[in-house]
């Protein structure tokens, strides 16, 4: 009867050969992180206090030592803002596991859109609350954090320019993600033309994110 074992010394090549590619593996990822051009630092956060969807406040301690992606919408918005608020819902679906990184939605709209719209609006895209947060407040609050400091800016639509009643606003379409130390360090656009969400941002996003809570 013929033995379909390898000998011994064969077993000892394919072994030595396995730890030679492990090796040379782990020293390329180490060699790729030493060459990594550190992401600049765009700007920083200061402290505020928002009101989430549950009515209780959420400051920027709340958000300190993680990784977080910022977007600004309002709930009556028939135009960019539903892409927006799915494209942020497909990133919370993709989140590398174990991350600790959150998704936080502002409203440029606070006089209409209250804890309880706010609630409804993320209901409505299916959000995870204990990873997506979504905040509303004064408008001077909002304004401070939003376009002073997250770049996430928004301009009123005069009555006489609007299209529809719920042409209320113009803003930006971009998503910032903000780092373990309340500094600005990255700004996507997420529509427009010529921007491909799925194949190109999207996984620059994440890529970020990673990239970010790789960092001390």
């Not at 990873?131 to 005069?158: C, M, R, Y």
């Amino acid at each position: 009867m013929t033995s379909s074992r390898l000998p011994p010394s064969l077993w000892f090549g394919v072994v030595f050969l396995f730890g030679l590619l492990t090796l040379a593996y782990l020293l390329s990822l180490l060699e790729v992180k030493r060459n990594e051009v550190p992401l600049p630092v765009l700007g920083h956060i200061g402290a505020f206090t928002l009101t989430n969807q549950d009515g209780n406040p959420t400051t920027l301690t709340d958000l300190t030592n993680r990784v977080w992606v910022a977007d600004i919408i309002f709930t009556r918005c028939a135009g960019q803002c539903p892409r927006m608020t799915q494209q942020m819902k497909s990133l919370e679906e993709k989140l590398p596991p174990g991350s600790g990184a959150r998704l936080v939605t502002l409203t440029t709209d606070p006089d209409y859109d209250s804890p309880v719209i706010m609630k409804r609006y993320g209901d409505r895209f299916g959000a995870d609350f204990s990873h997506w947060t979504f905040l509303t407040g004064t408008k001077d609050a909002i304004a401070q954090l939003a376009a002073n400091e997250l770049k996430l800016s928004s301009v009123p639509i005069k009555p006489g320019d609007q299209k529809n009643p719920v042409d209320l606003f113009i803003h930006t379409t971009i998503f910032v993600i903000v780092d373990k130390h309340a500094q600005l360090r990255g700004i996507f656009e997420t529509g427009g033309d010529g921007v491909d969400w799925t194949n190109v941002v999207e996984p620059q996003v994440l890529g970020t994110i990673r990239r970010l809570e790789r960092e001390s």
